[in-house]
Structures are given as structure tokens and as C-alpha cells.
């Protein structure tokens, strides 16, 4: 018989990379961007480690890279453009709006942030996150 905190590992690691593609796709990032892959494995990282969020390009670009047979460099670019289609895609859609205070597009770091914490209100509170831009 399995004991609680198996159960709740069993839980989060169904739910968390569930809740991240559906946000990911609520906010226009799709599986046909290759950064939607890294973006998915990076915020993997970050959720284990919140630490994780201040050394992107030391720890977890290159972490995701060699997952993938690429480079630090090529991660880090394909996460911006994941981030900047869903800015220009989504037009007054999620993404925007969270940054409506705000001119410009996200960094990666501010964009990874904010996805940690949408991520971990949504497990924590248990809802459910619409598809503002594929409705």
C-alpha cells in the first residue's frame, strides 16, 4: 500500500506538466513551436527548484539543451520566440493582458516567473485555466 506523500508525488507529477500545457496553450503557445517542448522541461526544473528561475542561462538552458541535442543558445532563443508569437498571436488576448501594464514583451525570465506562479495558483486552488485565445 502506498503512503501519503507517494500518493501526492504521483499526483503532482500528473497534474503539474497537465496544467502547464494547458496554459501554455491558453496563452498561444502551441506544440508546433519548438520552444513549446523547452519551455514545458524548463519550468519542469524551475517548479522543482524556484532557485532555478535566477540561473537560466547557467543551469537550465543547458540542462534542457542536452536533453535535446542543441544548444544553451538555441533554447534560449526558441523559448523568446514561443513567447513573443503568443504576444503578437493571442493580440488582446492572455498573455497580453497579464502585461497590459507593460509595453514591451516579456523576458524569458519574467515569462517563466509568471508561468511558475499561474501554474502553482492553479494546482493550488484546483481550476481549471480557459483557452482565451483558441476560443
Not at 58 to 83: G, K, L, Q
Request: glycine share 2%.
Amino acid at each position: 500500500m502506498e503512503n501519503s506523500d507517494s500518493i501526492n508525488d504521483t499526483f503532482y507529477e500528473n497534474t503539474i506538466p497537465i496544467e502547464l500545457e494547458k496554459t501554455l496553450r491558453s496563452l498561444g503557445i502551441l506544440p508546433i513551436f519548438r520552444g513549446y517542448q523547452y519551455i514545458l522541461d524548463a519550468e519542469l526544473m524551475i517548479i522543482e527548484d524556484s532557485n532555478r528561475i535566477f540561473i537560466l542561462a547557467n543551469e537550465v538552458y543547458p540542462s534542457v539543451a542536452a536533453r535535446y541535442f542543441t544548444t544553451a543558445s538555441r533554447v534560449e532563443r526558441a523559448i523568446r520566440h514561443a513567447i513573443e508569437i503568443s504576444w503578437s498571436w493571442c493580440g488582446e488576448g492572455s498573455l497580453k493582458k497579464q502585461y497590459a501594464h507593460d509595453l514591451f514583451i516579456p523576458t524569458n525570465k519574467q515569462f517563466l516567473d509568471f508561468l511558475h506562479q499561474r501554474i502553482l495558483e492553479s494546482i493550488q486552488s484546483n481550476t481549471v485555466i480557459s483557452s482565451d485565445c483558441l476560443t
